[in-house]
């Protein structure tokens, strides 16, 4: 049975035929599929599939700034392997210059490098409700430039469910969308720059003033590190306290939850030192939205 003469659907196979015209990757599928003797069940599988892929798929003008698709910056490939039909995300005309701004606007990047490929596809299927809380408060900011009252959010979970994963796509999509500038730095890196660094003027203070001042700032691995009392002082609360100043977006990224990570910076049993910190995990609970990631994000 051929395929295009099996179609009994004259919306279907105009759809078809017009896309035949257009693109040539949809020409090529569509030859390879008249020389494939289908059965019944098989063709009527692939209709749904086919008219799926034909509503969702749209031609970016790449002489426009402007990304057509509905998951900006790739677009749905129909594909058949093994005899079988599937299709998945891949760029669009738009997608390649996505790359590109990503790779410039990401002052620093301590995640891996694979992770620049992902979107906000990659996790669209989560149904869990914390999850799905924090899609929502991170679209919050992609529509408004900001958050609501807060001033980022504390994520924390289990080792290896995906929190970085999902902070990086939300940091890809903020680029993508809003062109913000962003550091993604690995705690532990923070402490011993701060400790190997005995130059304060010409090498650390560049340093400290440009995690001041990045659009947003993504801290991973909080409360992993070793921490002594003068990076507390002398560093980490200042940064806080002038981002939180500037309403400048902090992301925390723990194994711990908040408390615990303060715990790791109380130094001694005195009683001012205990005020102090409790003080300073009073403020991270009052500028920061607390998200917990217990299970295992997959696509």
Known sequence: MKFLSSLSDSDLKKKIIENYKEYPEFKQLIDVLQEIDFK??????????ISNYIISLKKCNEKSPKCNQPIEGYRSKLIF??????????????????????????????????FLEKSFSDVLDINNKERYELLQFMNEFIKFGSFHQKSGFFLHGPNFVGKTFLTVVFCNRIISLLNKKIIFINVSEMVSYYQNNNNFQHSFLPFLNQLKKIDILV??????????????????MPLFYFRFNENLPILLISNFTLSECINNYIFSSNV???????????????????????????K
Do not use: W
């Open 40 to 49: 019944f069940f098989q063709l009527d599988r692939f209709k749904i599939l």
């Open 81 to 114: 392997e093994n005899n079988l039909f599937f299709t998945k995300l891949v760029n669009c005309k738009h997608g390649s210059s996505t790359n590109k701004k990503l790779e410039m606007n990401y002052q620093k990047t301590d995640f891996p490098k694979q």
């Open 219 to 236: 801290i991973d691995n909080f409360g992993m590190e070793s921490p002594n009392q003068y990076f507390r002082d002398n560093f980490l």
């Open 272 to 298: 001012f030192s205990r005020k102090k910190m409790a003080s300073f995990l009073k403020l991270l609970n009052d500028r920061l939205k607390i998200f917990h990631l217990n299970s295992l994000i997959t």
